[in-house]
């Protein structure tokens, strides 16, 4: 049997460009889009789209409903199934208004992708993510070798992802250009560094302690001073692989070229963790840690601000919905902190000059009350006359 349908090659290769011309998607979209295609495709037997029907998409919902994942061996998540369905009913509704599918597909026919209510509200309920605290990183990186310089790179690599919270895309594109040890700060140029959404982020180094930062510091000193790269070098360079003495290929030193994917962070990041013993947490992780950090030591809005915008947050309620959620033992610390309230005169105190200094800065005038009875008079005199 034929794996594939001309014709359905045809209109989706149409969809994709649509994907990414019209709607700005970007290649993970278009990539996760394929991959719900191919998989109502092959369970359809390669039927073409025009003869698509709605039972099509009921009896598609079940046959997902008994799938097993191929990397847990466990049934397909509500959230994994959602993702697919979501995909598979955008298609179906664009199709519906293409040349040739207008008689055939309806815009109504693509809402039987659609889970049931109970099942979209699991699919969407946010989990408890794990997360490695601030001490168990500082740890990892404190185990980690730093003998050959591969081995300098991964431990810098480890403490830039902690200093700065750069997702792993950014972090295997970026130049030794856009890190600044005096200021402090790391600029992503969106024109140069895949950031996600292609935003330009200026991040400067978050207070993580002084051993992270001067892992960084010594590995830019490294590259810049002892094997004397560039400002267009690569700020974590590709490992090297060439015949070693054993007449078989192995890691020998580092190439002058980006890594071409972020699988070799991640595999750093296992091989870090595993030797420091620790359970693996990936390279995005650390985003939530940082989060959870800037949840303690942010004593105002404006720091907060800051401190979003140091994940190249444009809004704050993204830093608080993506990564802001309280631990379930925080919880419970900040509910029976509120039972046995401990404020006194000076936290009163404190809270009224903040008040004060907040209505002032609203445009407020603040009038003490002994001068109150003089402008009272005069705005009576005022209005008499």
């Not at 045809?10 to 290649?27: D, N, S, T």
């Not at 509500?78 to 309806?106: C, E, N, V």
């Not at 379930?328 to 509910?335: A, L, N």
């Not at 309230?341 to 407020?364: H, I, M, Q, W, Y």
């Amino acid at each position: 049997m034929a794996k594939y349908n001309a014709e359905n090659e045809r209109i989706k290769r149409r969809y994709f460009g649509w994907l990414k011309e019209a709607k700005q998607c970007g290649e993970a979209t278009v990539d996760a889009t394929a991959k719900a295609l191919s998989r109502f495709e092959e369970y359809n037997r390669y039927k073409s789209f025009r003869a698509f029907h709605q039972d099509q998409a009921v009896a598609f919902k079940r046959y997902l409903a008994d799938q097993t994942s191929q990397r847990s061996g466990e049934r397909l998540s509500k959230a994994t199934i959602h993702a697919t369905l979501t995909q598979l009913r955008q298609f179906f509704f664009w199709l519906a208004d293409q040349p040739g599918f207008k008689s055939r597909i309806q815009h109504s026919d693509a809402d039987y992708f659609n889970l049931s209510s109970k099942d979209t509200r699991i699919a969407a309920a946010h989990t408890s993510r794990k997360v490695p605290t601030l001490e168990q990183v500082r740890h990892v990186i404190e185990v980690m070798p730093n003998g050959t310089e591969i081995e300098r790179r991964d431990r810098a690599l480890v403490a830039f992802t902690l200093v700065t919270g750069a997702r792993d895309s950014a972090i295997a594109s970026l130049k030794l250009k856009h890190i600044d040890l005096a200021g402090k700060f790391v600029f992503q140029d969106a024109r140069e560094v895949k950031t996600k959404f292609s935003k330009t982020i200026t991040t400067y180094f978050f207070p993580v302690g002084v051993e992270a930062v001067a892992a960084v510091e010594a590995w830019v000193r490294y590259l810049r001073e002892e094997k004397l790269w560039g400002n267009d070098d690569p700020l974590f360079p590709a490992t090297r692989v060439a015949l070693g003495k054993t007449r078989q290929f192995e890691p020998c030193g580092l190439e002058r070229n980006h890594w071409k994917t972020t699988t070799p962070i991640r595999t750093i990041f296992r091989e870090a963790f595993e030797r420091a013993g620790l359970p693996y947490f990936h390279p995005h992780s650390l985003r939530h840690t940082l989060a959870r950090l800037g949840q303690r030591v942010c004593q105002t809005p404006e720091q907060f601000k800051a401190w979003s915008q140091n994940f190249g947050h444009e809004k704050v309620m993204t830093t608080f919905e993506n990564y802001g959620s309280v631990t379930g033992d925080r919880q419970g610390e900040i509910i029976r902190g509120l039972a046995t309230p401990a404020a006194n005169p000076s936290d009163e105190g404190d809270a009224a000059r903040v008040l004060l200094k907040s209505l002032r800065a609203s445009g407020f005038e603040i009038i003490p009350a002994q001068n109150r009875p003089a402008l009272e008079r005069e705005g009576r005199n005022s209005t008499t006359s």
